[in-house]
């Protein structure tokens, strides 16, 4: 078959045709390309930038909220009852993000520091029960000498968490440079 003995129409739909793969052939790449970059951006978000949310909750829940309450009822400035209150929904509050923040893609160095974090939790969970009570029985003198106890329990692990959300932003920074690799 000779390209020279074929009808001029003949020629033209081949080249058409030609013309219409090479378009597709592209389209095809293009989307591909566009359904990797989508992933890479579900990645940042869903894995990394939603757990930081979760992480500066579980953090501001123990260091702020919790703390907060032992300092104003020993202050003077809040109620006891309403501490207890205060702590007891920072409590709940930071174990629901905390587990949700678990719940995504760890890294071997995130589940390294979800670990040392698990058991800070766990060992500032006494001297947080013991404030609750205090706080419940309305004893100032208790509370305001759970203060110290608190802050050497709590502060750990909010440089452990700390820790984490520095992990989130350099896996972040990795996600994109990869796809920053990926579109060059």
Do not use: H
Request: proline share 3%.
């Amino acid at each position: 078959m000779n390209l020279n003995d074929m009808k001029i129409s003949i020629r033209l739909t081949f080249g058409f045709a030609c013309l219409v793969i090479m378009v597709a052939l592209m389209a095809g790449f293009g989307f591909t390309k566009v359904k990797s970059t989508n992933q890479s951006i579900t990645t940042i978000y869903d894995d990394r930038v939603v757990p930081l949310k979760q992480l500066k909750i579980v953090n501001d829940k123990y260091s702020a909220d919790i703390i907060d309450a032992a300092n104003k009822v020993s202050a003077g400035i809040m109620e006891p009852k309403a501490a207890a209150q205060q702590v007891t929904d920072a409590t709940g509050k930071a174990a629901e993000q905390w587990k949700a923040y678990t719940e995504t893609y760890l890294t071997d160095e995130e589940t390294q520091g979800v670990a040392k974090a698990t058991e800070l939790m766990g060992k500032a969970q006494p001297v947080i029960a013991q404030l609750r009570a205090a706080l419940e029985a309305g004893d100032k003198d208790k509370t305001a000498a759970l203060v110290k106890p608190l802050y050497e329990a709590i502060d750990p692990l909010g440089s452990v968490v700390d820790a984490l959300v520095d992990i989130q932003l350099k896996e972040a920074k990795a996600e994109f440079d990869r796809a920053q690799g990926q579109y060059q």
